[in-house]
């Protein structure tokens, strides 16, 4: 869709409404509730493992570039540094977007000095392997079996290298925790990966872990606006079902165009 | 304005334009650089959200309207173009930083010796042949006559006489080196899925009994062992042929499957509208920059 017609235009204000209201219902002190997701209480525990055996963890982005997604896993590398540096424990985050890789080591580098331990920061450690899918992904699992990581995290934008990246942290034995936006991918990080975070629960997981009233305000308007399409799939689906052929249903369906 | 910047340039005329942009550039640096800490996190701010208020009225505002007899076409469309490709250029010249990143880190890897270092050594041994090569082979391309060719300064023309070896060694590094590479370690999907599954296929609850009665379905379903020997004596048009093997697999893929794939696409959008939202109304405080703002 290359402009909105005025059908999406109502739609997309509606939401963002919506999630404004949230936001700022939160910050005025609103106490919200968010749902446990597992996946997201693991990371402390597999910073904690890798704190024990004495080993690395690694942190990829996958492909994501200068992007929403690629902004959201180093928010999520972010508080991985932060409870790592608390820790004392080595994180590698793995770039395969060179915007990525500097806006990555200074959240990383800035989770380190929040986080009291500013020493323990090694720039090594970010390290921007490939632009080119294939290449990133043996470069990242070479970082794997080489460092002998404990604990892998996938967080990003991914496509094919998602099973390669998750095949290769389960054959050394590293705790995997993986979050993606890519639906295509999910499967495949499913079967291999300790904890999944999928689709939605993506873009909660900095509110989820930071617990701020601007981002839970944020996830409590998505869920009021996904309640708002539900409300409207239901709808139309009773329509198309009762009356399929009445002027007012083509009308209606003539709204939300495909494309 | 869109036209003197996009208007072609040569010979000394391009070289004084790109010396005052880049004078221009660097002068706006230093400018920024002199500036307190919060007027920085204020012309963030700012910036960001006449960026993505940009983006915003592109999409929203029709491409053409009709005012009357008139036709209004959108203001912002014709802007969308050149500002990509000046992201793209803006994007290109961070490679250079990732270029710092690997040098820097293989380096270190060869100069101290450390264990592995034979793998810095074949990185800056792959990336000079590979610059090397296809940059002789993009400056002197084959086909130029030997006419072109004697046009050329002595030295340049050294290395067009050599068009054909120049092309050829870019040939095998790309093609028959990364191109291979890159499809070698593709192929090994195949083998990690079969890895994957035999791990993820097994009786241990009730989610998992499902994970496999579908998956065997669906591997019936696609092959003849269960097109032809299982459900193959079902005739097509009849009462049960939607309980044709192919059927039941395209129904789980189609149907159950594709339920559940809008639903996560559903929550996805709505969750990237909202964080869209945070990041272009500033509101992502705290996550990327320092706390006070």
């Excluded at chain 2, 203001?75 to 490709?85: V, W």
């Excluded at chain 2, 060719?149 to 023309?157: E, F, S, T």
Aim: aromatic fraction near 14%; glycine fraction near 8%; hydrophobic fraction near 50%.
């Amino acid at each position: 869709m290359q402009h909105a017609s005025w059908t999406v235009g109502i739609l997309l204000a509606l939401l963002a409404g919506l999630i404004l209201y949230a936001i700022f219902t939160a910050r005025r002190g609103k106490r919200l509730f968010i749902r446990r997701i597992p996946g997201l209480n693991a990371i402390d525990e597999a910073v904690g493992r890798a704190a024990e055996m004495g080993r690395p963890m690694l942190f990829a982005t996958g492909l994501s570039g200068l992007d929403i997604n690629g902004l959201q896993a180093l928010a999520v590398a972010g508080h991985v540094a932060r409870v790592a540096a608390r820790y004392a424990t080595r994180l590698i985050l793995c770039v395969a977007d060179p915007q990525l890789y500097a806006i990555g080591e200074e959240t990383v580098r800035d989770a380190y000095q929040r986080a009291g331990r500013p020493e323990l920061f090694v720039p090594e450690d970010v390290r921007f392997l490939s632009d080119q899918q294939f290449a990133f992904a043996t470069a990242a699992s070479g970082v794997m079996f080489r460092e002998k990581v404990s604990s892998n995290f996938f967080f990003g934008y991914y496509y094919a290298e998602a099973l390669i990246l998750s095949e290769a942290g389960q054959s050394i034995g590293a705790m995997q925790v993986a979050g993606t936006p890519a639906t295509t991918q999910l499967p495949f990080f499913v079967v291999s990966c300790d904890y999944t975070i999928m689709g939605e629960e993506y873009y909660a997981t900095t509110a989820y872990l930071t617990r701020e009233p601007t981002l839970l305000g944020s996830v409590v308007g998505q869920d009021w606006g996904k309640i708002i399409i539900l409300l409207l799939i239901v709808f139309s689906t009773l329509a198309l079902s009762v009356a399929p052929n009445a002027n007012w249903v083509k009308y209606w369906v003539n709204l939300f165009p495909a494309g | 304005m869109k036209e003197f910047f996009a208007t072609p340039r040569h010979g000394w005329e391009l070289t004084g334009f790109i010396t005052a942009c880049a004078v221009i550039f660097f002068l706006i640096l230093f400018v920024i650089h002199l500036t307190p800490s919060s007027f920085k996190k204020r012309m963030t701010i700012v910036l960001t959200f006449v960026a993505g208020l940009y983006y915003l009225l592109e999409f929203l505002i029709p491409a053409e309207t009709h005012i009357g007899s008139r036709v209004v076409t959108n203001p912002l469309t014709s802007f969308k173009e050149p500002l990509s490709t000046a992201l793209m250029i803006t994007g290109s010249l961070a490679l250079l930083l990732g270029v710092y990143n690997l040098f820097r880190i293989n380096g270190r890897l060869l100069m101290r010796r450390k264990t592995g270092w034979q793998n810095g050594l074949a990185f800056f041994i792959g990336f000079f042949s590979m610059l090397t090569m296809a940059m002789l082979n993009f400056y002197f391309p084959t086909g130029r006559t030997p006419e072109e060719i004697a046009k050329l300064k002595p030295l340049a023309q050294t290395f067009a006489n050599g068009a054909d070896q120049w092309k050829g060694w870019y040939n095998v590094l790309f093609y028959g080196g990364f191109s291979a590479l890159g499809a070698t370690v593709f192929s090994l999907l195949a083998f990690y899925i079969v890895s994957a599954a035999y791990r993820a296929f097994r009786v241990r609850s009730p989610e998992a009994v499902m994970l496999l009665a579908a998956a065997m379905i669906m591997m019936l379903g696609l092959t003849p062992l269960g097109t032809y020997f299982l459900t193959g004596w079902i005739q097509p048009d009849s009462a049960l042929a939607g309980l044709k093997m192919e059927s039941i697999a395209e129904w789980i893929l189609t149907i159950l499957n594709g339920a559940a794939q809008r639903a996560l696409i559903f929550g996805i959008a709505v969750g990237l509208i909202a964080t869209s939202l945070r990041i272009w109304l500033s509101l992502e405080r705290g996550q990327f920059f320092d706390v006070e703002m």
